[in-house]
């Protein structure tokens, strides 16, 4: 055999070998990476964060996990895993939750979908505007815009200039994500109220002493306030309507004690119920100008569709539910009994 005959049969040898070694550490290589992708990242609790900045590399992204000892894997993995699941350049700015299980793989999953942690804002019915501000304020990651506006300003800002901002924004819980403003908030929440009112003041019962929706917004705000009972609103609702169409004074508390503002401390006087303000209804006839709380739709459909009968007047029981009389001799009665309780 010749000497070149043997070197070629070493040199084949060789390449195979080589082959095989290669053949061997790629599919170690390919089963370090599934690993790799499939394991938890190093999380021990709920409530950890990843922040995305808009303009953060792929790089930053991985030394930011790195760094804080959620991954200890080399940088190249998760950049052989990226272009495996063909996401890389296509991760979205934003905050993601980093709970625990949570792998590789899904990490970047959220982030090509963009899956940002949604934070939540619950208007609770019956908040006025003054609540609504102080909870706004405390809320967080919401950026702070409306600190230090007027309520003018604010209604200007999103869209509504000239409207009193009482009674606008409807209860809900609305979500929001990192990098949302307070007036980001509000804009949704004046626009979810309009939707409501455009949706049902067209279906609402015919004759009522209601000229516009803004009307019904002022009533739904005196039910939202003197009831939270679903069984009660329609029918406080009812005595109201009766007053107005009968025109008698509304004589509703809460419209006086929001009209006394920070004068309120918690007892309503003799006093308060004679002097006047704009939205004193024991001395002036009507709705008040405004209404005094953010009714929800529950209380919006309680105006629009009283419960028919003829009792004009309810008090408080003292447990939550309220008494309604027809006449007044029954009124007097009822206050004298659960007010006074002088029951006879």
Request: aromatic share 8%; glycine share 8%.
């Amino acid at each position: 055999m010749s000497r070149f005959s043997m070197r070629g049969r070493a040199v084949w040898r060789a390449l195979i070998l080589l082959l095989l070694v290669a053949a061997v550490a790629a599919a170690w290589l390919w089963r370090d990476l599934d690993r790799f992708a499939r394991t938890p990242l190093d999380i021990a609790s709920t409530g950890q964060t990843l922040d995305i900045a808009r303009g953060t590399g792929f790089k930053q992204i991985v030394d930011d996990l790195r760094g804080r000892g959620i991954s200890h894997a080399s940088p190249l993995y998760w950049r052989v895993l990226a272009e495996q699941m063909h996401v890389a350049g296509r991760l979205h700015a934003g905050e993601y939750a980093l709970a625990p299980g949570l792998t590789p793989r899904g990490l970047l999953e959220n982030m090509a979908l963009g899956r940002v942690l949604q934070h939540d804002f619950t208007i609770v019915d019956g908040w006025n505007f003054a609540e609504l501000r102080a909870a706004l304020d405390k809320a967080t990651p919401l950026i702070h815009l409306t600190q230090g506006m007027d309520n003018a300003t604010i209604m200007q800002k999103i869209g509504a200039p000239g409207e009193m901002p009482e009674g606008r924004f409807l209860p809900e819980t609305y979500a929001y994500v990192r990098g949302d403003s307070d007036l980001d908030v509000l804009k949704r929440a004046y626009a979810a109220m309009h939707k409501t009112l455009d949706a049902l003041w067209p279906g609402r019962d015919q004759g009522l002493p209601l000229a516009t929706p803004y009307d019904a917004l002022i009533l739904a705000s005196i039910v939202e306030k003197e009831t939270g009972r679903a069984d009660e609103r329609k029918r406080i609702a009812g005595v109201f309507v009766r007053r107005l169409e009968h025109h008698m004074l509304l004589q509703t508390d809460p419209s006086v004690i929001y009209g006394m503002g920070a004068s309120y401390t918690g007892n309503i006087h003799k006093r308060d119920l004679t002097t006047d303000t704009p939205y004193n209804t024991y001395t002036r006839p009507g709705l008040p100008p405004t209404p005094i709380a953010l009714p929800g739709r529950p209380a919006i459909e309680a105006a629009l569709h009283p419960a028919q009968g003829d009792e004009l007047y309810f008090v408080a029981k003292g447990d939550g539910t309220h008494v309604f009389a027809r006449t007044l001799a029954e009124h007097n009665h009822n206050v004298a009994c659960y007010q006074l309780k002088r029951c006879q």
